[in-house]
T-cell receptor
Framework: NAGVMQNPRHLVRRRGQEARLRCSPMKGHSHVYWYRQLPEEGLKFMVYLQKENIIDESGMPKERFSAEFPKEGPSILRIQQVVRGDSAAYFC????????????????FGPGTRLLVL | KQEVTQIPAALSVPEGENLVLNCSFTDSAIYNLQWFRQDPGKGLTSLLLIQSSQREQTSGRLNASLDKSSGRSTLYIAASQPGDSATYLCAGAAGNKLTFGGGTRVLVKP
């Protein structure tokens, strides 16, 4: 059973470009979470998605950031018009939680995508 | 708003010594407390998950305790090895998200 897959592992963008980060959850997991780890800071929650639905985006910046988890294919975190402050490690996690409600299952993390904005 | 703190931020011990890592959280209304390990440039590996109704969990040389009333969790690693060198993160789960502490960076010297 493959773990959570993220690609690319490293991404370099110039200011103003778009960044697309992909996450394939573990097999059988239908819940995806994105976290951001800024340099010298802890991980911060960004967004929680189920298939075709955004459940909680309270940690997502209001502008330039968007996330989706389509019926088919990976979850995508999209950052438009990147700025230097977006440079960070972006981690995706998935869980097998099947009932609505709170986080009671372990979240399994991918290796992360390290975004560098020049 | 949940805040999670880990002290110390860094710890260096000789091989064979037991490790004690501390985690405190401000909101006792958590559903579980998780401990993770992060190696440089890598993702997070889940070590232990303690449900809010439990007081401790054990896995091999690792033991984690949870005291909701005092807002504390402790991770014990017995007989440390150089391979235990990593950053250890605790995270409190509530609602749909994990709230992470800043981590404790551990170095076990051979």
């Amino acid at each position: 059973n493959a773990g959570v897959m993220q690609n690319p592992r490293h991404l370099v963008r110039r200011r103003g470009q778009e960044a697309r980060l992909r996450c394939s959850p573990m097999k059988g997991h239908s819940h995806v979470y994105w976290y951001r780890q800024l340099p010298e800071e802890g991980l911060k929650f960004m967004v929680y998605l189920q298939k075709e639905n955004i459940i909680d985006e309270s940690g997502m910046p209001k502008e330039r950031f968007s996330a989706e988890f389509p019926k088919e294919g990976p979850s995508i975190l999209r950052i438009q018009q990147v700025v230097r402050g977006d440079s960070a490690a972006y981690f995706c996690a998935s869980s097998p939680r099947t009932s609505g409600g709170d986080v009671q299952e372990t979240q399994y993390f991918g290796p992360g995508t390290r975004l560098l904005v020049l | 708003k949940q805040e999670v703190t880990q002290i110390p931020a860094a710890l260096s011990v000789p091989e064979g010594e037991n490790l004690v890592l501390n985690c405190s959280f401000t909101d006792s209304a958590i559903y579980n407390l998780q401990w993770f390990r992060q190696d440089p440039g890598k993702g997070l590996t889940s070590l232990l998950l303690i449900q809010s109704s439990q007081r401790e969990q054990t896995s091999g040389r690792l033991n984690a305790s949870l005291d909701k009333s005092s807002g504390r969790s402790t991770l014990y690693i017995a007989a440390s090895q150089p391979g235990d060198s990593a950053t250890y993160l605790c995270a409190g789960a509530a609602g749909n998200k994990l709230t992470f502490g800043g981590g404790t960076r551990v170095l076990v010297k051979p």
